[in-house]
């Protein structure tokens, strides 16, 4: 339960832009060049975001855990 939790509140933790990004990623699974076109971005903005998010949520899991 206590990763679950972390989890919760790592996901809080973000924007709604950071949020929509990684929705998109990981449970509508689109490819970041699907994404960046819907996001008017690029890929490789896309890409970047998503790698900042994960560190963002990483740290902040740690801190609650």
């Avoid at 990684?22 to 790698?51: C, D, G, H, T």
């Amino acid at each position: 339960m206590e990763k679950r939790e972390g989890l919760r509140a790592a996901l809080e933790g973000l924007t709604e832009e950071e949020r929509e990004i990684l929705l998109r990623r990981y449970v509508y699974q689109q490819k970041p060049k699907e994404m960046a076109v819907a996001l008017a971005l690029s890929v490789k903005q896309i890409e970047n975001r998503l790698y900042r998010i994960k560190a963002k949520m990483r740290k902040r899991m740690e801190q609650e855990g």
